[in-house]
């Protein structure tokens, strides 16, 4: 079992950055690829960026691609994004995910933070 808590959201202005971080117990955490993913309002939830258990692959949303950073730290249980020169539509609901295994789909995370809301002000 891992539990996941979100925080830093917030409000924030256009073409800053923001830096959410999510914090794990269970010991499992170390062992899991770790998701953000966000939600904005009448959309479907999508996954923004995704890391690897040791942290050495990562992967990005076109949308973020460029301007985001993920990164873990396991002796500390956190995940962090760091998501630079943000725009309006970067505003929603994000959320840290976690699962075992390594190759997990989007779909197929099985641990989910309850979510930080998000917004971007022009």
């Known amino acids: 079992q891992v539990q996941l808590v979100e925080s830093g959201g917030g409000l924030v202005q256009a073409g800053g950055t923001l830096r959410l971080s999510c914090a794990a117990s269970?010991?499992?955490?170390?062992?899991?690829?770790m998701g953000w993913f966000r939600q904005a309002r009448g959309l479907e939830r999508e996954v923004v960026a995704a890391?690897?258990?040791?942290?050495?692959?990562?992967d990005f949303s076109d949308s973020v691609k460029g301007r985001s950073t993920i990164f873990r730290d396991n002796a500390k249980h956190t995940v962090s994004l760091q998501v630079n020169s943000l725009k309006a539509e970067d505003t929603a609901i994000y959320f840290c995910?976690?699962?075992?295994?390594?190759?997990?789909?989007?779909?197929?995370?099985?641990?989910w933070g309850q979510g930080t809301q998000v917004t971007v002000a022009s």
């Open positions: 995910a976690a699962d075992t295994d390594e190759h997990v789909p989007p779909s197929g995370y099985d641990y």
């Open positions: 269970g010991r499992a955490f170390s062992r899991c690829t």
């Open positions: 890391l690897s258990w040791s942290g050495a692959s990562t």
